[in-house]
């Protein structure tokens, strides 16, 4: 456990720092206001389009961070960067074909239909009552500044008389870039680290507390109850799509429903405590909570018409 545990930190963190550095290249060659065309447009179109990078884009919470405020720096609308976190880590396409190994055909695309459903739902809303209203500030790693010679000052400081934005700084050249790339992700890396590792931990914590035997005993039985159940056991845990599959297939062969199962997926996959410690840098607590409660809703929403589906 502790090798295994050893090897997804290593992997999230070079992940976390591959996607900070390419969010941050992307950012500098198109410019704030082409991505924020890209991203933006009327909510319903907006969302869209944030969905869409999350499916192509297939992270897990952590690793979506970096783009997720390069979504708001950049000023997409709410919109736009809550139907990508949202949609990111449910609508994967490996975690599809897995399903459909798993529970068959319709009801991957039962557990396909109902996650886009409630990315644009929650995304539309959002931008309806004014999410920004509710966010925090972003970090000071995410601010980057250049001196107004043109080289690069660092990450995570505070504006002076003699830095600007390097928004307003012209693409120097690739080398430049990629040197100013890599210390924005080291930044973003100072900023999430620690967040990162705790979250982490307190996944890793709880899968040993809850191993699949003391689930599959959970979530067994009458759907009325296992998919509430389930729901509100996967709320608590971490999984990325590698960890997933084996969890999924052995609750199956311990004769969990298929209900049961796609609530636990939509349920941690959407929504877990690490990651409410992470985006608990980025948001307050009301925000988290109404996360926490809608994620629920859905994965039993979307259990019980799997259950419906698979009867």
């Known amino acids: 456990m502790i090798r295994s545990t050893g090897i ?23 410019g704030p206001e082409r991505l924020r065309t890209w991203m933006g447009g009327p909510p319903l179109v ?16 952590y690793s979506a961070i970096p783009l997720l405020v390069g979504f708001r720096r ?16 449910v609508l994967d396409p490996i975690l599809f074909g897995a399903l459909v190994v798993i529970v068959g055909v319709d009801v991957a695309v039962a557990y396909m239909a109902v996650a886009f459903t409630a990315a644009l739902t929650l995304a539309l809303l959002a931008q309806r009552l004014g999410l920004e209203r509710h966010l925090k500030p972003l970090p000071d790693a995410a601010r ?8 690069r000052s660092g990450v995570g400081c505070s504006a002076a008389s003699d830095e600007t934005p390097e928004s307003s700084v012209p693409w120097r050249g690739m080398r430049d870039e990629v040197a100013s790339a890599a210390a924005a992700a080291s930044g973003m890396l100072r900023a999430f680290g620690p967040l990162l590792m705790l ?33 509100a056991l996967g709320t608590p ?10 969890i999924a297939n052995s609750l199956h062969g311990a004769g969990v429903g298929v209900g049961a199962i796609v609530a636990l997926t939509i349920s941690g996959a959407g929504a877990n405590l690490p990651e409410f410690v992470i985006l608990g840098r980025l948001a307050r607590p009301g925000v988290i909570v109404v996360l926490a409660g809608y994620v629920f809703a859905i994965a039993v929403i979307g259990g019980f018409l799997a259950h419906v589906i698979a009867a």
């Open 8 to 30: 997804l930190v290593v992997e999230l963190v070079i992940l976390f720092v591959v996607v900070a550095a390419g969010v941050h290249l992307l950012q500098r060659r198109l």
């Open 74 to 89: 950049a000023g997409v609308p709410p919109a736009g960067y809550v139907a990508f976190i949202v949609a990111a880590p």
């Open 144 to 151: 980057v500044l250049v001196p107004a010679g043109g080289a």
């Open 237 to 246: 845990l971490y999984f990325n799509t590698e960890l997933f599959v084996p």
């Open 46 to 61: 907006a969302a869209i389009k944030g969905i869409a990078v999350g499916f192509v884009t297939p992270f897990c919470t």
């Open 199 to 231: 979250g982490v931990a307190i996944g890793v914590t709880i899968e040993l507390l809850v191993p699949a035997e003391a689930a599959a005993e959970l979530t067994g039985g009458n759907p009325v109850m296992s998919v509430p159940v389930a729901a």
